[in-house]
């Protein structure tokens, strides 16, 4: 909280409380970090996707032609 209330003075000329940099933090958390909790989701599933498909070319590139 007080690298936020420091950051307001500094960037925006604004004096903010302590208690009130701590409030403007949760709720941010709470508005924001659903959506970012979500996005966070999102992007692991496609990093393991591009593995899992990586392993997938890999796997067919190993196998044998059939006799016909």
Known sequence: ARRLVGQLRDD?????APL???????VLSETL?????NQGLRDAQAAMQAKVDDIA???AG???PEPR
């Open 12 to 16: 925006f000329d604004l004096e903010v």
């Open 20 to 26: 009130d940099g701590q409030r403007l933090i949760d």
């Open 33 to 37: 970090g659903p959506a970012w909790y």
């Open 57 to 59: 070319e890999a796997i």
């Open 62 to 64: 190993l196998e044998q």
